[in-house]
């Protein structure tokens, strides 16, 4: 799940996760970024570092 906000700036960013994910299969994710108005090199490292672990851990709930 990725966090409502950036933990550094508290920028709103979570709602911009599912297009960053479906652009970045077939663009530069610079560009994508770049696009959905990330300028802060915070914000960028949260989309480009997050990784979904929720569904490795889901079946052993």
Do not use: N, S
């Amino acid at each position: 799940m990725i966090p409502v906000r950036c933990f550094t700036c508290g920028k709103v960013i979570g709602h911009l996760w599912e297009e960053y994910k479906e652009r970045i299969a077939t663009e530069d994710p610079g560009k994508v970024l770049d696009d959905l108005g990330l300028e802060r090199y915070c914000c960028r490292r949260m989309l480009l570092t997050h990784l979904e672990i929720v569904d490795k851990f889901a079946p052993y709930q």
